[in-house]
């Protein structure tokens, strides 16, 4: 992976980040104030599910290409063989 690939994939994670905590922040916010009588833990939940999942979008991001790809046809292929 060359380094302008894995700049563009960071700038990606880091965008992503950032919207999906704010979109956790403000889900968090109005489940707090329309639910739940203005408890703090609906925010920092969403916050926290915003976070995990732009970082399981990240970590899945940058393994990509480590992966080893399976080419479907190949796969029929090869399955039609064996019997």
Partial sequence: MSERELGRKLDRCLADGVIKLGTGLGLGIVF??????????????????????????CQNDLRW???????????????????
């Fill in 65 to 83: 290409h480590y992966l080893l790809h399976r080419n479907p046809k190949v796969a029929l292929a090869d399955e039609t063989t064996q019997r």
């Fill in 32 to 57: 707090s104030v329309l639910f739940f009588k203005r408890h703090a833990w609906p925010i920092s939940f969403g916050s926290g599910a915003g976070l995990g999942m732009a970082y399981a979008n």
